[in-house]
């Protein structure tokens, strides 16, 4: 027999996302999609569902919003990236309001929960953000960007059907 399991995500404005886990795959009669498949990963508004490096099963960013967050990096510290229009020539913001803009984003990401593949995503991000710094800027100290909280293992909350009915309807 399967063991199955519903996991309910926080609500989207007016919808509640419902994801019901099997530890087998249905017969011919139902279309599933398999989670973790590499082309066509679960996605949930900014995350994706993947492996992490020890074969867990964790949460990371998106592959669009980690390039979404490279090139506004590359944007803020270099000032290209964009293409500027006949006859401009590209913008760069001086070193200090490109530190402070840089700073800036990085506490953004801090609101990203703490989940370990989030956290590797951020921290890739602030390597990145270093190189392109010590690549445009020599000589000068490059932005410090704050370590990620960690977040708290809990028990996951459970609840019977008949207790989730009065949620749903």
Do not use: C, F
Not at 64 to 79: K, M, P
């Amino acid at each position: 027999m399967p063991a199955v399991q519903l996991v309910i995500l926080p609500p989207d404005r007016d919808t509640i996302t419902l994801v019901l886990l099997s530890n087998m795959p249905p017969d011919d009669r139902e279309q599933w999609q398999l989670a973790l498949d590499p082309d066509w990963p679960l996605r949930w508004r900014n995350y994706q569902l993947s492996r992490g490096p020890t074969g867990a099963i964790t949460w990371r960013l998106s592959a669009a919003i980690r390039e979404h967050y490279r090139v506004r990096i590359n944007r803020l510290i270099t000032g290209r990236g964009g293409r500027p229009g006949p006859g401009d020539r590209p913008y760069q913001y001086p070193p200090e309001t490109a530190r402070t803009q840089v700073l800036l984003l990085a506490q953004h990401l801090q609101r990203y929960p703490g989940l370990g593949g989030v956290r590797r995503d951020v921290y890739a991000l602030a390597q990145h953000s270093t190189r392109v710094w010590q690549s445009t800027h020599p000589g000068q100290p490059y932005p410090h960007w704050p370590t990620m909280p960690y977040l708290p293992y809990r028990q996951p909350q459970t609840a019977s059907l008949s207790e989730l009915d009065g949620v749903l309807k």
